[in-house]
């Protein structure tokens, strides 16, 4: 039995996707439903079961759960990065992963967690996913925190030879499409032109990026579910690995892809980015992957042109979702 909490959202739904491909279905789902349009990633889905999150931290505290577990990929979190209630996202994101983390090691089942790029705050202490680094490290806000707490816990309480724990970088794709503000720009970028033909773009507001040419390490959806499911095929590989391609793109590229895709002439208005987040965006982002690679992954990431072009055609014209 493998369980995969945060399992109707994004990256863990396309966890569910990717093992269903490879004819596993002996799946628990455990998540929030709540309002919002997230329960449309289950369609195309195999699974055993479905868990509210709360009652699974209830099955958890009162040693209910009789599965058969033999792996948790730990996705489910607050990933929302304006979230300001600090209080809530602790309770969320750190105290329930460490109830689980424990469980996990106790009873050795194989633990892989979701941590975040966003752990490296503007990136002047580089993108090495070196575990002697964590520290040194100053996350820009509360989520970007919640993961760093939890990486330094699962360090000092020296388990991270035992669990992966895994910093996606910008990732976009499928099954994304309920993530409001904090969808991809590939997606926002789509409905734009859809809307008005043009997109809009942050201004730089340093001499030393030119408008457009600030850049982030884009992964594509499926390259990611495949790094991840490279650590359900190793389970000695223990410790942190960044999750993204090893090279940094512009906002310019990634509008230049999907204007491509949809086969529409580039059109980009150039805005001012907001005062209140200027302190806080990051300028450059790119995955430092040598540790992966050391590890033993050897396949090449889909090229971004390639990808949001898979993206654009073959999910967001048709309205796809990932599965079967």
Known sequence: MIIVTGGAGFIGSAIVAGLNKRGIDDIVIVDILASNEKWKNLRRLRFADYVEADDFLEMLAGGKIS???EVIFHLGACSDTTERDA?????????????????????GIRFIYASSAATYGDGSQGF?????????????????????????????????????????????????????????????????????GKVRLF???????????????????????DMTLFFLDNPKTGGIFNIGTGAARSWNDLAGATFAAMDKKVRIDYIPMPEKIRDR????????????????????????????????????????????
């Open 67 to 69: 599965w058969p577990v």
């Open 87 to 107: 209080s809530y996202m602790i309770r969320n994101n750190y105290d329930f992963s460490k109830i689980l983390a424990n469980r996990a090691v106790r009873e």
């Open 128 to 196: 090495s996913d070196s575990e002697a680094e964590i520290d040194k490290l100053k996350p820009l806000n509360i989520y970007a925190y919640s993961k760093q707490m939890f990486d330094l816990w699962a360090r000092r309480a020296g388990l991270l030879k035992k669990i992966v724990g895994l910093k996606y970088f910008n990732v976009f794709g499928p099954n994304e499409y309920h993530k409001g503000e904090m969808r991809s720009f590939v997606l926002k970028a789509y409905e734009q032109i859809n809307a008005a």
């Open 203 to 225: 201004k730089s507001h340093r001499p030393d990026y030119a408008d457009g040419e600030q850049k982030r390490d884009f992964i594509y959806i499926k390259d990611a579910v």
């Open 281 to 324: 965006y990051q300028y450059f982002t790119q995955a430092d992957i040598t540790k992966l690679k050391t590890a033993g992954y050897k396949k090449q990431t889909t090229p971004l042109e390639d990808a949001i072009k898979d993206y654009v055609q073959n999910y967001l014209q048709k309205n796809e979702y990932l599965g079967k």
